[in-house]
């Protein structure tokens, strides 16, 4: 049977078969597909390390992908491939900050904790928007720039503390693209507050980000956050902690949302972690898009010193527009599964993704993997989506009953988010 | 026995033309919209150098795409696939190898990971038989998070202040995390890529203005680079760091451990006929 002719008779039969409950094989009417079968599997309960969705909400931003034509793939994969549940926190580590300042601050000069004597301060333009047009702020020159150390509330003029600096067209060759000059602090600079100041004279909007990096300091701030942040949650929890240090952190957060804007967020402790509100207007994003970011900034003293360190996570924004409904129908031909048909429930048409490895088990009784199938297809309402298991595929991999279904993952590719992911689906 | 062997096999060739592969060899650009990649991104005596050791060396192809845009852009992996399926389709390609630097990397995995993005991706899979991946940003740069700081100021229709782009927004460390993560295979934890993903890592700058070797599309600004270097491991080619090059695929080699003289390969240099890469390439192909 052309592949066409056996989907068609498959989704005609779909349509029929859907309120089935019953797990025994029912046989199909039509002389030419006399060996198929179908039954009904239930969804097994999602474990530790798997993503469910719970209550659906709509999406109303334009999809990245708003292609309406359905495509399917599938391949073999190897058989003894680890199938890992996606990691759902993501981990970075800061030995640096950065403030953004004005022009007016710069030319007054701005104090900066410095932790170690090797550190390099980058100065670099940004824009201004607060008059309501952008205000692009000009490049600095590094030789205009000054470095003193501050002694007790007194700043001390009689010694540069600046090595070598690097103007904007040198840091550009060397991968820093944005207008940025940079100074890298003499060996005789010891750990402790220094005067930045600008001696050309800038407009008081001018608008520039200060960066401090510390490569190498023994004090690295850690932040552990989610990977993915539904619509439906009103607060990021995040877990923060100073390396060498166990001296208590007061952050403060900052959301900044995919299309580059800068929110600041509430943050209380709770038990050994923190949680930054978001409030409802801010809730999404204002773009599929790219990710949104948490930016934890904290300031202290270690043994007695000033320390400041920025650090920061990439997050998804997503709303829940979709979920697999538990139960699924398998095709059978020759005692070999065909096809899972999945019911989705849709609360936004958008173009949805659904993928599993089909495994099999092997003359000693052993799992392995066969082959991975995925299907991606635009739903304006509740629908199904076939996953379709290659015979050629599977007969090639030797493996016979029992078949499962594993890593069954439902993506949404308008929003470029993984909406669901059951590492146990269904034993066949 | 032997003779009788290879008459059967000149046999089978003339009845079934069908049956052996058609090999193509594509050279894949970074970060950027090139419009002549093969003058402004290679050169002519990398690409020439390296065809010579296809099985086809007529049949290549230089990609010129946007690759300022994120990977899965219409005008990036779009871009791409297009011209990879009109090359597919016109040579009967079944036997392709891709050799992608640096962004250019993430941009194919993006095809060879997401086949129901789009109906032409299946197609490219399929007939994808190895990527050669020159220092592949596959793990992001720091670099990337220090020009994205700040108010750089984006908008739907472009980056207002010009410091960046979408491709390098999405290089920077942590984005490059969440992508790898959930879109992207070949990283650790994920989906094997379905064709062998070989990387050539580049694991230092040579940057001294008494070597002649730091003259190979070396860099000019010593003090830059080591300011630089501040915001990367010890172990970098001057852009990005050894375990970026490293997060997807396999490590073909790095730097020192092939090339002339053990030289080390810049982010710049991992792209041009230097200390033999170029014969290393057209080697393996």
Known sequence: MKPSIKMASVFALSALLSACQNDEPQAENTPEASAMTVTQVTLLAPASGDLTIDTLAATELPPVNGSRGGVSFSAPITSAAQLVAPTQLEQSSSDQYWRTVSGAELNKGINLAVSQSDSVIRVAPRGDASSGALRHSPAISPDQLRLYKVNKQTVDKSASMIQSMSDPQAMATAGIVDDSSALKLSQQATPGIYQLQVVQPLSANDSYLINVKEKGSPYQLALSAPKRLSSKAPQLAFDLKLSNSDIALSPTATLKQSDGRYHRLAVIKQGDNWQAQLPDELAMPSSNLGLSEIQVDVETRVNGLPLIRTVKTAFKQYVPAAKLKDEASIYWQDNKPTQAVFDLQVASPGRYQVSAVLVGTDAQGKQANILRTETAQWLDADGQVTLSFDGEQLEASGLGAPYAIKALELKDQGQMARLSYLGEAATL | ?285
């Open chain 2, 1 to 285: 026995m032997k003779i009788y062997k290879k008459l059967m096999m000149l046999g089978l060739f003339a009845v079934s033309p069908l049956t052996y592969a058609t090999s193509g060899l594509v050279f894949i650009h970074g970060t950027g919209h090139q419009t002549d990649a093969l003058s402004d991104y290679w050169t002519r005596e990398f690409v020439d150098s390296v065809r010579q050791g296809a099985a086809s060396p007529d049949n290549y192809l230089v990609i010129n795409c946007d690759f300022d845009q994120y990977m899965w852009d219409d005008a990036a992996a779009g871009c791409l696939a297009g011209q990879l399926t009109q090359f597919i389709d016109s040579k009967n390609i079944n036997d392709l190898t891709l050799l992608t630097h640096s962004n250019g990397g993430n941009v194919v995995r993006w095809i060879l990971s997401n086949p129901t993005w789009d109906s032409r991706y299946p197609k490219i899979i399929n007939a994808t038989s190895r990527v050669i991946a020159l220092a592949p940003s596959s793990g992001g740069t720091p670099l990337a998070d220090a020009v994205t700081q700040g108010n750089v100021f984006e908008t739907s229709l472009g980056w207002l202040l010009g410091y960046g782009s979408d491709a390098v927004k999405q290089q920077q460390v942590s984005w490059m995390s969440s992508y790898n993560n959930s879109w992207l295979y070949g990283t650790s934890g994920r989906p094997a890529l379905p064709s062998p993903f070989e990387v050539v890592v580049g694991s230092d700058v040579d940057s001294a203005f008494w070597d002649s070797d730091s003259y190979c599309a070396g860099y000019q600004y010593q003090v830059a680079l080591e300011t630089t270097q501040n915001w990367l491991d010890d172990c970098s080619d001057g852009f990005l760091e050894c375990q970026s090059q490293s997060a997807a695929g396999s490590v073909w080699f790095k730097d020192i451990q092939r090339t002339a003289g053990k030289e080390p390969l810049s982010h710049q240099q991992s792209r041009r006929a230097c200390f033999n890469l170029d014969t290393l390439i057209r080697d393996l192909i």
